[in-house]
């Protein structure tokens, strides 16, 4: 039996399968049973900061496997202890603390609970179009309707308390207004939704600083230094949802830092561990953290795990010895460029919004094709043409964003050879 054949008669599929077999992947690039060759311009989901086969990764992981692995978190390790002052090195100041776990949503989960508790309950404020994860609190935070919200059968799961305020999506503002003359309005809404839907106590505001499952959305400037003080005036926390974003995706090492805006928790995973092992962290201000110590409120069997914890040491020593958040933010630069050149040439692409190395490209319809159609069409057109790309599209959000967050070592020829790509599968669509 083929390998398609038995994932398909297997395995649960609940994520959409493109019907191909990867069977090995070296820097940028991956390779299917055929030996075909596809750019990686997703990062399997921005995971790979370090793109796939680096040999110093995998050295370091062979000697970690040798010297320990199983070890839960009731226990320390110098890996574990190594990676917490390293963590609080990099990050923001004024985070201290920190907590390591499996996946961003359980990091997510971690943050929305310590909020609960630290502020005594209250409820947590999220925006539509922003994902967080997909386990219990991190899908209710989500508001980008995915089918946990949707279907009334399983939506029963989600706990109460969660409010979702107006995105400050710009090409797609709520509120009809116009970049630079908006007022933020945004802003002013979710005051509103803090008043109104808060009651007498809000636990936080979590949000990712730029939307990336959403559709890549960036924030006009101000609105983040804006919602820091709507929280400190009103008593919340605020959460930033930092596991795309993070370790360097953006051009920073965090995205947060573009504005100078410090929330007092953050959560990161995905490119931590550079995907090599599953990792994630939830970093937090030092009262925070002192508050959470010694609760049994949450955690799993491979938290803290020496494996998880080698592999994100080796990745942060590796992106700051080839300086790879600064070639995140110059690639990136030059990347976005290059899309600014598509959108002159192509009256179907609308938008093309990012920062470093996370860039969307906002589609739309013409008389003669629906955008839906169309972006689905683009999307298998670049993969037939050996690129790999993420393709966020729901009727519900009324958007169609082609997502690239490709790995920290993408280069400029890498840039040239996808954006060739992308200009021969849309002309190839629009025929």
Same mark, same amino acid.
């Given at each position: ?8 008669k297997y395995?649960?599929?609940?994520y959409?399968t493109?019907?191909?077999?990867f069977t090995r992947?070296k820097?940028m690039?991956m390779y299917?049973e055929?030996?075909k ?6 990062g399997q989901?921005s ?9 110093e990764m995998?050295?370091?992981l062979?000697?970690?496997l ?13 890996e574990r ?9 990099i990050?923001?100041e004024g985070?201290?603390k920190?907590?390591f776990?499996?996946?961003?949503s359980? +990091?997510?989960e971690?943050a929305?609970k310590?909020? #609960?508790y630290y502020?005594? *309950?209250? %409820?947590?404020?999220s925006?539509r179009? /922003?994902f967080?994860g ?6 209710a935070?989500t508001g980008k309707?995915?089918m946990?919200?949707?279907?009334s059968?399983i939506s029963?799961l989600l ?5 979702h305020s107006?995105p400050p999506y710009?090409?797609?503002c ?8 908006c007022?933020?309005q945004c802003?002013?809404?979710l005051?509103?939704t803090m008043?109104?839907?808060g009651?007498d ?7 990712e600083?730029i939307? +990336? ?7 006009p #400037?101000g609105f983040?230094? *804006?919602? %820091?003080?709507?929280?400190?005036k009103? /008593? ?5 949802d930092?596991v795309?974003?993070g370790?360097g995706?953006t ?11 410090t929330?007092?928790?953050l959560?990161?995973?995905k490119?931590?561990t550079?995907g ?8 937090c201000?030092r009262?925070?953290?002192e508050a959470?110590?010694?609760i ?5 069997t491979?938290?803290?795990?020496p494996?998880?914890?080698r592999s994100?040491l080796?990745?942060l020593e ?9 070639n995140?933010r110059?690639t990136g630069?030059?990347?976005h460029?290059?899309?600014l050149?598509?959108?002159e040439?192509y009256?179907v ?12 490209i ?7 094709a629906?955008k839906?159609?169309?972006g689905?069409?683009?999307y298998?057109?670049?993969?037939e043409n050996?690129l790999?790309t993420e393709?966020?599209?729901r009727k519900?959000?009324?958007?169609v964003v082609?997502?690239m967050h490709?790995?920290?070592?993408t280069s400029r020829?890498?840039v ?5 790509i992308?200009d021969?599968s849309?002309?190839t669509?629009?025929?």
């Amino acid at each position: 039996m083929k390998t398609i054949e038995k994932d398909k008669k297997y395995l649960i599929q609940c994520y959409t399968t493109d019907d191909i077999v990867f069977t090995r992947g070296k820097g940028m690039y991956m390779y299917d049973e055929s030996g075909k060759k596809y750019l990686d311009f997703s990062g399997q989901f921005s995971a790979c900061t370090l793109g796939h086969g680096n040999e110093e990764m995998i050295e370091a992981l062979k000697e970690q496997l040798e010297k320990l692995v199983s070890v839960t978190s009731c226990f320390a390790t110098e890996e574990r202890a190594a990676l917490a002052e390293k963590m609080i090195e990099i990050s923001p100041e004024g985070l201290d603390k920190v907590m390591f776990g499996c996946t961003g949503s359980d +990091a997510n989960e971690f943050a929305l609970k310590t909020a #609960k508790y630290y502020r005594g *309950g209250g %409820r947590v404020i999220s925006f539509r179009r /922003g994902f967080h994860g997909s386990t219990a609190g991190a899908a209710a935070a989500t508001g980008k309707s995915e089918m946990i919200q949707e279907n009334s059968g399983i939506s029963e799961l989600l706990p109460r308390g969660f409010v979702h305020s107006a995105p400050p999506y710009c090409y797609h503002c709520d509120f009809g207004k116009e970049p630079g003359t908006c007022g933020l309005q945004c802003l002013k809404y979710l005051e509103q939704t803090m008043l109104h839907e808060g009651g007498d106590r809000i636990a936080a505001v979590i949000s990712e600083p730029i939307f +990336a499952a959403g559709g890549v959305i960036v924030p006009p #400037k101000g609105f983040w230094k *804006g919602v %820091r003080e709507l929280c400190d005036k009103y /008593g919340a926390l605020l959460i930033f949802d930092e596991v795309v974003t993070g370790i360097g995706q953006t051009g920073s090492m965090f995205a947060c830092q573009y504005e100078g805006v410090t929330p007092d928790i953050l959560v990161t995973g995905k490119g931590l561990t550079s995907g090599y092992v599953p990792g994630s962290a939830v970093l937090c201000r030092r009262e925070i953290g002192e508050a959470m110590s010694k609760i049994s409120l949450h955690g799993h069997t491979h938290s803290c795990y020496p494996l998880t914890c080698r592999s994100a040491l080796k990745n942060l020593e590796i992106i700051e010895r080839e300086h790879l958040v600064d070639n995140s933010r110059e690639t990136g630069d030059y990347l976005h460029e290059k899309l600014l050149v598509l959108k002159e040439k192509y009256d179907v692409i609308k938008d093309v919004r990012g920062r470093g190395l996370l860039q969307g490209i906002e589609i739309e319809g013409s008389p003669n094709a629906d955008k839906y159609v169309l972006g689905q069409e683009f999307y298998e057109t670049m993969l037939e043409n050996g690129l790999i790309t993420e393709l966020e599209s729901r009727k519900n959000l009324e958007n169609v964003v082609v997502v690239m967050h490709p790995a920290l070592i993408t280069s400029r020829e890498n840039v040239d050879e996808a954006v060739e790509i992308i200009d021969k599968s849309l002309k190839t669509c629009l025929k």
